[in-house]
């Protein structure tokens, strides 16, 4: 699996928009990229993932740069409870059985600022 | 409401002890994982269960031992061989080996001293 990049932390205002920048250059053309967030204590949770075209559903945005070395995870309106660890993956896809490891990095630390 | 159970919480132990993790997920879910994190760190996988009756090492097996007897089940001992094992220890599934998301159980932190 391809290495990813991230910064080790990062705040934002609440109710602004959070961006978190995601490098992984050496991605290769069946890798994808996932997002988790793993509040405080507890068990990390799925978020997003995407090949290559743009993503979103109700948590967050997906931005896949053209070349797929970086990607932006976008929070569109940051809560409180937004305040985590978000880890960046890049892992083969679904359909690729025996490559079943998700490599969790150190993260970003997002802090939600009042 | 399905999901994924581990207990206890917290879990205390003397060195030289085995001790086992539980982890149940009703999610009817084919594949299961056992991850370990310590302090500041990302998670490290222990073992993997991609079926019923099979499992296989992860990165860092050593000092650990794990049965898959039930879907439902996946059990993680810590043996006394484990040289470090104070961490927090997290146990996923997902519906098949190969799928996208995992889902997370609460975590047990186990505490040896």
């Known amino acids: 699996d391809a290495k990813t990049t991230q910064p080790t932390s990062m705040d934002c205002a609440e109710g602004r928009a959070a961006n978190l920048p995601c490098n992984h250059s050496t991605i290769s053309g069946n890798e994808y990229v996932y997002w988790y967030r793993q509040i405080h204590s507890q068990g990390p949770q799925y978020i997003i993932h995407g090949l290559k075209n743009n993503e979103t559903n109700e948590m967050a945005s997906l931005i896949i740069t053209e070349d797929r070395k970086s990607s932006t995870l976008i929070l569109p309106h940051a809560t409180l409870r937004d305040t985590a660890v978000y880890y960046c993956?890049?892992?083969?896809?679904?359909?690729?059985?025996?490559?079943?490891?998700?490599?969790f990095g150190t993260g970003t630390r997002l802090t939600i600022i009042p | 409401d399905g999901g994924i159970t581990q207990s206890p919480k917290y879990l205390f132990r003397k060195e030289g002890q085995n001790v086992t993790l539980s982890c149940e997920q009703n999610l009817n879910h084919d594949a299961m994982y056992w991850y370990r994190q310590d302090p500041g760190q990302g998670l490290r996988l222990i073992y993997y269960?991609?079926?019923?009756?099979?499992?296989q090492k992860g990165d860092i097996a050593e000092g650990y031992s794990v049965s898959r007897e039930k879907k439902e089940s996946f059990p993680l001992t810590v043996t006394s061989a484990q040289k470090n094992p104070t961490a927090f220890y997290l146990c996923?599934?997902?519906?098949?080996?190969?799928?996208?998301?995992?889902?997370f159980g609460p975590g047990t932190r186990l505490t040896v001293t």
């Open positions: 269960s991609q079926i019923v009756n099979d499992f």
């Open positions: 993956i890049v892992r083969v896809g679904e359909s690729n059985f025996g490559n079943e490891k998700l490599t």
């Open positions: 996923a599934s997902s519906i098949s080996a190969g799928s996208y998301e995992q889902y």
